[in-house]
């Protein structure tokens, strides 16, 4: 017999656990065969940890059940950027046609999407993108773009994770939380909002909110003060800049509407819990979050 959840506490500790991903183990044992592989590849050693990491939405711990893409940083020798730096024509094109020419040894599914992304494909699984780069002097990451006869491009994921772990951190798990809450709206309502710009967000807000160290008691005023933000945000905002790199994230469409209209659904969860409906919260709170937020009280 399942656990019967008394509160609405209970009700945000299962929701989690049920946005939390599964066969983990079966992610990170490819990540480790295809990280042996490029090391043997290009840095003449068998580790099986070094020189990839994961970036990307699972990078930063903000991912949920039903992740379809993980995007992996390969860290390649700093020696061969001049190698391709210096090729006539496009150089960025030839390093990862090259790169896939390796992994299709192991993988022979791997190939060049349209977009200009190198991906690993599995059958009825995730797909992996493969990112080759450069550690450059500013402690940035150098990777290739294909496009218009090829540049380079410089970021740092790295930083981005380390900023949303020290801030989730800071206040007590719920940076990580609120971003995976809000993908389980995300998905549901086909929000136009990009995960990268979505974690931006949540950090912004919690910077500023009044009970951001308080226990999951707060959770749900939580979820309707970040609709709230989120349905305030000037809709004509072109760009956002991520925390931890400034890497410029465009705005591609309008998201407000649909916070405006969750963040009413949540004021009527809120007031029903409040007074005790407990049925009537729920059908307001999976209208939010869909079926994944607990109902068996």
Do not use: C
Not at 43 to 57: A, M, R
Not at 173 to 179: P, R
């Amino acid at each position: 017999m399942s656990q019967k959840i008394v509160s609405l506490s209970d009700k945000f500790r299962v929701f989690i656990n049920n946005l939390n991903i599964e066969d983990q183990n079966q992610i990170q044992n490819r990540v480790k065969e295809m990280t042996k592989h490029f090391n043997l590849k290009y840095w003449y050693i068998t580790s099986d940890i070094k020189n990839v990491h994961y970036i990307g939405s699972y990078g930063r711990g903000t991912a949920i059940k039903g992740v379809k893409n993980i995007n992996l940083l390969a860290v390649l020798p700093p020696a061969l950027f001049k190698q391709y730096d210096t090729l006539p024509g496009n150089g960025q094109q030839f390093l990862l046609r090259q790169v896939r020419d390796f992994l299709v040894k192991h993988y022979p599914l791997a190939k060049i999407n349209d977009e200009g992304h190198l991906i690993i494909p599995f059958s009825h699984e995730i797909t992996f993108e493969f990112i080759p780069s450069f550690l450059n002097a500013k402690k940035n990451y150098t990777y290739p773009d294909i496009h218009n006869d090829g540049t380079w491009v410089n970021f740092n994921p790295i930083r981005e994770i380390e900023v949303v772990d020290e801030a989730n951190f800071k206040y007590n798990g719920k940076i990580k939380h609120l971003a995976k809450m809000m993908r389980a709206w995300k998905a549901l309502h086909n929000v136009p909002i990009s995960g990268m710009l979505l974690d931006t967000l949540v950090l912004s807000f919690m910077e500023e909110w009044e009970d951001n160290t308080k226990s999951y008691a707060v959770y749900g005023d939580m979820t309707q003060d970040f609709l709230e933000y989120l349905s305030s945000l000037r809709k004509d905002q072109l760009h956002w800049y991520a925390k931890g790199s400034n890497r410029q994230l465009p705005s591609t469409a309008d998201f407000g509407a649909q916070a405006d209209i969750s963040y009413k659904e949540v004021v009527k969860a809120n007031n029903f819990e409040k007074e005790g409906e407990t049925y009537k919260a729920n059908n307001h709170w999976k209208a939010v979050y869909g079926d994944a937020f607990p109902v068996n009280v």
